[in-house]
């Protein structure tokens, strides 16, 4: 039962409201308390990564992890100076909990199971006396001489001497870090599929290209921080409705309050040879007729990587006769093949579905931090952790680094405290 008064209370039973608890009450905080709203904390971390938890990324320095953040970016250096991925790889570690690196430098718990990082969470918890009381959500806070007055969604109050907001994207630590005199960047989509009109690639889905370029063009007339030219280059999966994979989803993460603006509407231009010079893919269509010439060109790609599908696909667009013989090859359509693997220019439609990982761009902005802490500079006392912060990552386990050294961050500050 939650007494009437707490020393540290974390209000969200998430990634980063855990790891605040468990490393203030490691680092020698008593009373340390995590509300969770729901039944079943970690919740995300359960459905995370298909099911098997992407909890980090094998990206070690602080000064290249920042890359990975869409919002966040550079004002991160300093919370990864002092907690980054090397960092979480050794904590879990530590705590019994051994991860591994894929081929794409994603980090998954060797068991290959979510339910192993949250027994692993939850065993720490309770290790250091951190008490955890579920289906019981913070509804109000108001600051009243250096403490919190709280109350509860059963109607209880009680008070706290420190409160740490860990409620992830949920509109109610939105509104509670407003009533503590915080601003709020509005929440926007992020890492999603795009749909492209017309469906144009829908023969294709299920191709993937890897390396392909992506270049989301800004609105005409518009110039300005968010509505430059976008460029990522990277594996793409053609769908039903239009294009995903990592390069999609990081285009759409970087892009996504220019999409939102946008409405979801836009033009694209896919490089499909990844950003091969004009110089060198004539070169080597060159090479192709000058060695295949008496081979067809439906049976013969330019080069091996690209997709078979594709490149019939291009040959029917020119109007191309598959059984036609590469030293065959007009010069006309030799130059129309080379600008539609180059820059094929498709119009976005919509937002398609969302990747493996759903986040929000946007929340409380990071200029209202003292990052060096997590404690607000609104409110002395007040903690905010994880998703609720103006922060995000792009895919590949980035998402929860930033709750683990957000969360990290401010349980040493609140030790200290
Ligand atoms: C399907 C899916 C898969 C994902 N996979 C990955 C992945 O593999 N790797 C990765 O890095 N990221 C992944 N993400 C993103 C990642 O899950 C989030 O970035 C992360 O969970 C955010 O953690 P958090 O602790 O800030 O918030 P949450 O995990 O959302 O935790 C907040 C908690 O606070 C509780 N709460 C809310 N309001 C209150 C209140 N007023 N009082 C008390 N409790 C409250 C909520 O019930 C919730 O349990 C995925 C997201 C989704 C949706």
């Known amino acids: 039962m939650l007494p009437s008064r707490v020393s540290v209370l974390v209000a969200g039973g998430g990634a980063a409201g855990f790891m605040a608890a468990i490393t203030a009450a490691e680092a020698g905080a008593t009373d340390v308390w995590v509300l969770e709203a729901t039944a079943e904390p970690l919740n995300k971390v359960r459905i995370s990564g298909g099911g098997r938890c992407n909890v980090t990324h094998a990206c070690w320095d602080p000064r290249a992890l920042v890359g990975h953040y869409p ?7 300093g919370p990864f100076s002092r907690f980054a991925s090397g960092d979480a790889v050794a904590w879990f570690d530590a705590h019994g909990l051994e991860l591994v690196e894929e081929s794409d430098g994603r980090m998954f718990p060797r068991a290959n199971r979510s339910s192993a990082v949250i027994a692993t969470l939850r065993r720490a918890a309770q290790a250091a006396g951190v008490e955890v009381v579920t289906s019981e959500a913070l509804q109000a806070a108001e600051a009243v001489e250096s403490r919190f007055r709280l109350r509860l969604r059963s109607g209880r109050t009680l008070s706290c001497d420190r409160l740490v907001l860990a409620t992830g994207s949920h509109p109610s630590g939105r509104r509670l870090a407003a009533s503590l005199g915080h601003g709020l960047v509005p929440p926007v989509p992020s890492l999603f599929s795009l749909s492209l009109a017309g469906q144009p690639l829908a023969a294709l889905a299920g191709v993937v290209m890897d390396p392909v370029q992506l270049e989301l063009l800004p609105p005409q007339g518009r110039r300005g921080p968010r509505h430059q030219r976008q460029l990522q280059r990277g594996p793409v999966l053609i769908t039903h409705r239009g294009l995903s994979g990592p390069a999609t989803l990081r285009l759409t993460a970087f892009a996504a309050r220019m999409l939102q603006e946008q409405q979801y509407c836009g033009d694209l231009l896919v490089d499909w040879t990844g950003g091969w010079s004009q110089a060198e893919l004539e070169d080597c269509f060159q090479s192709a007729r000058r060695e295949q010439g008496r081979r067809q060109l439906g049976s013969s790609r330019p080069w091996p990587a690209l997709s078979r599908r594709l490149w019939l696909a291009l040959l029917e667009e020119q109007g191309l006769d598959p059984a036609r013989r590469w030293a065959d090859l007009p010069r006309r359509s030799e130059l129309a093949l080379i600008t539609a693997l180059r820059s094929s220019r498709y119009t976005i439609a919509g937002r398609g579905p969302f990747g493996e990982e759903f986040v929000t761009a946007g929340g409380i902005p990071l200029g209202e931090m003292n990052l060096a802490t997590m404690e607000s500079r609104c409110c002395p006392g007040l ?16 998402n929860f680094q930033h709750c683990w050294s957000s969360g990290w961050v401010a349980g040493q500050a609140l030790a200290a405290s």
């Open 71 to 77: 919002r966040g970016g550079a004002a991160l250096r």
């Open 383 to 398: 903690y905010l952790v994880g998703e609720l912060l103006d922060v995000d990552g792009v895919t590949g386990g980035f």
